[in-house]
């Protein structure tokens, strides 16, 4: 896919907040750090559209990016950081729990991992939520420039077995390296086509 023109909308905090209209969204979720905002960037082309941070806790609200006006990446907070806040961490999964649970634009949920580790129990908690909302989803596990190339389909595979995958997609990826971003291009665009 040839991005031309991705704008940054609006940084939701409600729902009223969301955007207008019945345009796809195509949603990431993760723990905090994982690299969901850099994922927006390096999909997009752009070096920051969205902010990112070495400091996990970074994106603390909704934040809709609008691709040429076909469909947003939604950048949801991330979950799992443990030095926020306890009244933070209720606050940031209370909006990714409202978004998910009444967002009727939602076309695709992309699940980042980290390629290195284990899904964490909260990966776990959020793959099982995704599991029972029925929505189509795939699994992007980030960070494969930290890793032999050699490795990258042995992790791949042993979190697809930790998982339990068999028919749902998952597949490396490098926001900081922008590789592997086709095969992901190729999952986002057969979801957006109903294929
Ligand atoms: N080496 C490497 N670093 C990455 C990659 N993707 C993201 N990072 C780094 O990981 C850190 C966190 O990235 P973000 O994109 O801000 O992570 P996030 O998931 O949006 O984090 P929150 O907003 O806190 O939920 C930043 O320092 C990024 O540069 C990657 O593929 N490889
Ligand atoms: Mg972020």
Known sequence: MIVKNPKFEISAVSKKQYPKGDKKEVVLVGKSNVGKSSFVNTMLGR???ARTSNTPGKTRQINFYNV????YF?????YGFSKMSKEEKVVSGRYIEEYLETRQNIS???????IRHKPTEDDMFMYD???RTNLPFIVVTNKADKIAIT??????NRIKEILGISYTP???FSAERKI?????WEEIEKNLNNE
């Not at 695709?108 to 980290?114: H, Q, R, T």
């Not at 592997?180 to 992901?184: A, C, G, K």
């Open 47 to 49: 070096k920051s559209l």
């Open 68 to 71: 040429d006006d076909l469909f």
């Open 74 to 78: 939604v950048d949801l907070p991330g």
């Open 108 to 114: 695709l949920i992309v699940l980042i991992l980290d």
């Open 129 to 131: 939520y995704i599991l």
């Open 151 to 156: 490795k990258v389909d042995d992790e791949v």
């Open 170 to 172: 998952i597949m490396p």
């Open 180 to 184: 592997y971003t086709e095969r992901v």
